[in-house]
């Protein structure tokens, strides 16, 4: 394999360490460098297309962590702006970044990033509740992880906040916005199935109460054929007996109070709108 390709698999910027495990060698470093290859720094080298984000952690010897490494694991996340939670061994940051220290694990062999696990420990050390929430459940809804390895690393007090977390994770759940209203009803007394299957309807995303239909939808402006088909399977649904109420990103992201009241008012448990 030569430099450019290795350079590539690195996501165009490496360490010396990580190139080494791709079978490169000092000479091939030297040959590169003068055909192109950038060295910002002694022992670390980059293509010319690299992220300056990314030749910035490998310059900080920092490792993407929490919230800021989910996009690299496919995890769900609430909040993809604010500042970068990145990992030093000494907890360093810099230019408003989110420090975290402590690795159980290696970290990814080719990119600055923490192993899955300890990106999920300090997501839930750091994270309100919906956020780190999320995060978990996506990780453990597709196998990745267990409830069982997070917990025995959560001992003690001071991680009091973080189990409680992993006591809402549940399975089954097909988007963050399930996992939230899901999340949000129980915590309220409601009881909640998950992906019921109505016949003539389908499956609804959630059944509170055995009567009320909630579906939720994570477009911010769906399409006109995809509406009338939903509205269809709504009518579907109140005609077989259930209410329906339908939600969106912004509802059940940015104004779960005012959902959450609305569904108590349909279920008879007052409050009424917010």
């Not at 470093?29 to 980059?46: D, I, K, M, S, T």
């Not at 999920?120 to 597709?142: D, K, N, Q, T, W």
């Not at 005609?239 to 279920?267: F, K, Q, T």
């Amino acid at each position: 394999m030569d430099v450019f390709r290795a350079l590539a698999i690195c996501g165009g910027a490496a360490r010396r360490p990580a190139l080494a495990r791709l079978g490169i060698d000092d000479a091939a470093l030297r040959r590169a460098v003068r055909a192109g290859v950038l060295q910002p720094v002694r022992g670390l080298y980059a293509l010319p297309t690299a992220a300056p984000d990314q030749v910035a952690l490998l310059q900080h010897r920092q490792l993407l962590t929490c919230s800021s490494a989910a996009p690299f694991y496919g995890l769900w996340c609430v909040n993809s702006a604010g500042p970068l939670h990145v990992h030093h061994r000494r907890g360093e940051a810099f230019g408003g970044q989110a420090g975290h220290y402590g690795l159980l694990l290696e970290p990814h062999p080719y990119r600055p990033v923490a192993a899955l696990g300890d990106v999920l420990i300090h997501a839930l050390r750091c994270l309100p509740f919906a956020e780190a929430l999320v995060m978990v459940e996506s990780a453990v809804g597709r196998g990745d992880m267990t409830l069982g390895f997070l917990r025995d690393r959560l001992p003690g007090k001071r991680n009091g906040r973080a189990r409680q977390v992993l006591d809402w994770v549940d399975r089954g759940a097909e988007s963050l916005l399930e996992t939230l209203a899901r999340t949000y009803f129980r915590q309220a007394g409601i009881s909640v199935e998950s992906q019921v299957y109505i016949e003539g309807v389908g499956y609804v995303d959630l059944l509170l109460e055995g009567t009320l239909v909630v579906e939720l939808d994570g477009r911010h402006h769906g399409e006109w054929v995809q509406v009338k088909k939903d509205q269809r399977r709504d009518n579907v649904s109140v005609v077989r007996g259930y209410s329906v109420l339908r939600y969106y990103y912004d509802d059940v992201v940015h104004h779960p109070a005012r959902m959450l009241a609305e569904v108590l008012a349909v279920l008879g448990r007052t409050p009424g709108p917010v």
